[in-house]
T-cell receptor
């Protein structure tokens, strides 16, 4: 099992749609979880941290299921500007600071 | 706010040449990282420095060396460049206290080796 796995997509959705991305991770000792966004040929940027109880930031909702080692990102009311690659990120076990990046899921929102 | 600054932004080298990629952060972060990103491969960690004075190998360290010059600066050196090292290189930094924290990235160095 790969350390962090994501469906690469692409997900092609119309404006206003709701879309969900999933991610699984292999190391049960991982403690920190993030979603990053990366635009074409740009640097990754933190979208949101993922907390055990689930958390929301505007149109974005992140969920964590430690038992299943599964993370999700839900985007509501998609905008054209949401088009990007979304990276699932997990720390490398216990308190290690090194992060493992998934290969990303590509989202394309069209008008 | 500069954040993480990488230089150069673009570079073309010939096989066998050497060069150093520079990275500096102004966020007073303890930890710094070097990644490479290739199509279909995602971000792969080359080396990291958990704190000033320490460096550790990541997933793909072969062919690279690093120096944590001080708390602000973390450089990546290619001693003898090879075409397989053609990639986009990202430097990142994070605060280390309190466990793993989000990393903040520079805008990358696009390196081509002919």
């Amino acid at each position: 099992r790969k350390e962090v796995e994501q469906d690469p997509g692409p997900f092609n959705v119309p404006e206003g749609a709701t879309v969900a991305f999933n991610c699984t991770y292999s190391n049960s000792a991982s403690q920190s979880f993030f979603w990053y966004r990366q635009d074409c040929r740009k640097e990754p940027k933190l979208l949101m941290s993922v907390y055990s109880s689930g958390n929301e930031d505007g149109r974005f909702t992140a969920q964590l299921n430690r038992a299943s080692q599964y993370i999700s990102l839900l985007i509501r009311d998609s905008k054209l500007s949401d088009s990007a690659t979304y990276l699932c990120v997990v720390n490398r076990g216990q308190a290690g600071t090194a992060l493992i990046f998934g290969k990303g899921t590509t989202l394309s929102v069209s008008s | 706010n500069a954040g993480v600054t990488q230089t150069p932004k673009f570079q073309v080298l010939k096989t066998g040449q050497s060069m150093t990629l520079q990275c500096a952060q102004d966020m007073n972060h303890n930890s710094m990282y070097w990644y490479r990103q290739d199509p279909g491969m995602g971000l792969r960690l080359i080396y990291y420095s958990a704190s000033e004075g320490t460096t550790d190998k990541g997933e793909v360290p072969n062919g690279y060396n690093v120096s944590r010059l001080n708390k602000r600066e973390f450089s990546l050196r290619l001693e003898s460049a090879a075409p397989s090292q053609t990639s986009v290189y990202f430097c990142a930094s994070s605060e280390a206290r309190g466990g793993p924290r989000p990393q903040h990235f520079g805008d990358g160095t696009r390196l081509s080796i002919l």
